[in-house]
């Protein structure tokens, strides 16, 4: 058997993994983790009705602990080669790969695969990464639930508990640390408990935008302001804005500002001043 391996038992970086051959296997024998992305049923229907074998390409797949091989990239090929009844596809063979050395390797494969920033948040969670498991304990902490399979619809989408902008997230962990996520999520889930339009990427990412320049901010007298409209219409008004060349920035920029008028609408005194460019 010709194997893809690592280098030494000792070495867990992609880049000391070998590619040294193909075998051939059975995908009714092949195994789907759960950090891989949903099957898109489209894609196996088109799949189907094109497969060819001699062009399908090679399926990417490790043999752990000697049990069963697991598919890290191809899972769309193998359903539809099983639809068809197709018994043997070209593998190349990773073996003794741990699972999350597997959906490290995955990870490696998302640009070619066009991953979502939720597919790829998923296999950061999957290959153990400290900040993302960081940020999923955040927004547990607050009773919230991301959601990593695919796109949000239905319920889910309306689900004010539902996060699905893990990309803005991420951004706002890695540009304002620990605290600063905590502090959006709180404002956010204060001002607009029942609402899930306040989960979205732009209101978080305003709302770091603001809080990143006003930390002295009074925080309830935030919240209290905010409560006067939905995010939607902070949102609307902010795109105004924008459209209307009366700011400069970001979108993200431009709904801080909006935030700015409203926590500084009828007061006379402690004002806060312009400090968003």
């Avoid at 489209?42 to 602990?65: P, S």
């Avoid at 494969?109 to 790829?120: H, K, L």
């Avoid at 999520?185 to 607009?192: E, F, G, N, P, Q």
């Avoid at 939607?232 to 060349?245: I, N, Q, T, V």
């Amino acid at each position: 058997m010709v194997t893809l391996t690592k280098e030494t038992t000792n070495r867990t970086h992609i880049n000391e993994w070998k590619a040294t051959g193909l075998e051939w296997l059975n995908p009714a024998h092949l195994v789907t983790e759960d950090y891989q992305r949903p099957l898109i049923p489209k894609k196996v229907d088109k799949l189907v009705k094109d497969f060819d074998i001699n062009k399908v390409g090679a399926i990417d797949v490790n043999l752990r602990d000697s049990m069963a091989y697991y598919i890290l990239d191809g899972q769309h090929r193998c359903a539809a080669a099983l639809r068809l009844g197709i018994t043997s596809l070209p593998c190349l063979v990773y073996v003794g790969l741990d699972k999350p050395e597997e959906a490290e390797l995955r990870r490696g494969f998302s640009r070619r695969n066009n991953d979502t920033g939720a597919e790829t948040f998923r296999l950061k969670l999957a290959e153990g990464d400290p900040d993302a498991i960081a940020i999923q304990d955040i927004v547990a902490g607050f009773g919230l639930i991301l959601h990593l399979k695919g796109r949000a619809t239905g319920r889910d989408s309306q689900d004010p508990k539902c996060i699905s902008c893990v990309g803005s997230l991420e951004y706002i962990y890695t540009n304002g640390g620990y605290d600063m996520l905590r502090r959006v999520l709180s404002v956010s889930l204060l001002a607009w408990p029942n609402d899930h339009q306040g989960r979205m990427g732009l209101v978080y990412r305003g709302l770091h935008s603001f809080l990143s320049k006003y930390p002295e901010v009074d925080m309830g007298m935030l919240v209290e302001k905010l409560r006067m409209n939905t995010p939607s219409e902070l949102c609307a008004e902010s795109r105004r804005r924008m459209k209307d060349g009366l700011d400069v920035g970001h979108q993200s920029t431009h709904f801080a500002r909006v935030i700015l008028v409203q926590y500084n609408k009828s007061k006379r005194t402690n004002r806060l001043p312009n400090r968003l460019g």
